[in-house]
């Protein structure tokens, strides 16, 4: 399994940046989806997760509630993060992640993209 995380970059606060991963290695509508993300010195952290299929079920950190939004494509094989009202806090590498079994509950584990990092200037 392969993950590919584009759209990252430098935006000023109070922009938006939308983040996409694109699958590869194995059927993406079967298996759950995260964005994750790492600021320096600290620790990764979830951002939000989508679950296999129709991503009925979604978790958002609260953190980035009401400004992140996570979705899929399954016809892409790509997990999309819409992130609106970004502030410098939110400056980390943003990770995609699929876990081995495809399952909600185990997305933190199994695979991981190879980050892309957004820059939120105040």
């Known amino acids: 399994v392969q993950l590919q995380a584009s759209g990252g970059g430098l935006v000023q606060a109070g922009g938006s940046l939308r983040l996409s991963c694109v699958a590869s290695?194995?059927?993406?509508?079967?298996?759950?989806m995260g964005w994750f993300r790492q600021a320096p010195g600290k620790q990764r952290e979830l951002v939000a997760k989508?679950?296999?299929?129709?991503?009925?079920?979604?978790t958002y950190a609260d953190s980035v509630k009401g400004r992140f939004t996570i979705s899929r494509d399954n016809s892409k094989n790509t997990v999309y993060l819409q992130m609106s009202s970004l502030v410098p806090e939110d400056t980390a590498v943003y990770y995609c992640?699929?876990?081995?079994?495809?399952?909600?509950?185990?997305?933190?584990?199994?695979?991981w993209g190879q980050g892309t990092q957004v820059t939120v200037s105040s």
């Open positions: 989508i679950s296999s299929g129709r991503g009925d079920l979604s």
């Open positions: 992640n699929t876990p081995i079994g495809g399952s909600y509950v185990r997305v933190g584990s199994g695979y």
């Open positions: 290695g194995r059927t993406f509508n079967n298996n759950a």
